[in-house]
Antibody
Framework: QVQLVQSGAEVEKPGTSVKVSCKASGYTFTSYDINWVRQAPGQGFEWVGRMNPISGNTAYAQKFQGRVTLTRNTSISTAYMELSSLRSDDTAIYYC???????????WGQGTLVTVSS | QSALTQPASVSGSPGQSITISCTGTNSDVGGYNHVSWYQQHPGKAPKLLIYGVVNRPSGISDRFSGSKSGNTASLTISGLQTEDEADYYCSSYTRITTLGIFGGGTKLTVL
């Protein structure tokens, strides 16, 4: 079955960077885009960006432009999200998801809590 | 861009039906048949319930159904069960950005 397994929780200081991984299994990694979405505590969802695993092409939400980088390693079916210049309001659960159709998040990772605190 | 508009909360009794609305514009919900619905239990990752306005992924109960009229999409849950108590989010493609847009979420309470 399709599984997306994300790396563990992170605690980072303001101004630093964090890199979250998302290992895919149960399907051909290069056949579906990977979306990244975040959810602040007690809040709704916010798109971070999307990556095409074959080409490496990316699309980023405007508010994260210049701070987020999506990459992948196709040899190990793993996608990565790096967010830099962290602020306290970046504290959130970050999810990766397999896109099954236009903006459809068909399968989700378990989420990675990123806490930004001094 | 503003989030899609959902009611903050809805409630119903076991066995009843409820409908959750999701209102956007003709740049998103009204302009495309790319509306999805997700269920999220506390502390859990979301689960896809509906995609393409009306389609259910394999394994999703037919108690969940989707529809759309104009700029408003709807999720109907029939035969409410206690395990349906969760947060529900809609999402849509938007031509404003190549990424999607989410609703603010609706908390369903099963009384």
């Amino acid at each position: 079955q399709v599984q997306l397994v994300q790396s563990g929780a992170e605690v980072e200081k303001p101004g630093t960077s964090v890199k979250v991984s998302c290992k895919a299994s149960g399907y051909t990694f290069t056949s579906y885009d990977i979306n990244w979405v975040r959810q602040a505590p007690g809040q709704g969802f916010e798109w971070v960006g999307r990556m095409n695993p074959i080409s490496g092409n990316t699309a980023y939400a405007q508010k994260f432009q210049g701070r987020v980088t999506l990459t992948r390693n196709t040899s190990i079916s793993t996608a990565y999200m790096e967010l830099s210049s962290l602020r306290s309001d970046d504290t959130a659960i970050y999810y990766c998801a397999r896109q099954g159709g236009l903006t459809v998040n068909y399968n989700w990772g378990q989420g990675t809590l990123v806490t930004v605190s001094s | 861009q503003s989030a899609l508009t959902q009611p903050a909360s809805v409630s119903g009794s076991p066995g009843q039906s409820i409908t959750i609305s999701c209102t956007g514009t003709n740049s998103d919900v009204g302009g495309y048949n790319h509306v999805s619905w997700y269920q999220q239990h506390p502390g859990k990752a979301p689960k896809l319930l509906i995609y393409g306005v009306v389609n259910r992924p394999s394994g999703i109960s037919d108690r969940f159904s989707g529809s759309k009229s104009g700029n408003t999409a709807s999720l109907t849950i029939s035969g409410l069960q206690t395990e349906d108590e969760a947060d529900y989010y809609c999402s849509s493609y938007t031509r404003i950005t190549t990424l999607g847009i989410f609703g603010g979420g609706t908390k369903l309470t099963v009384l």
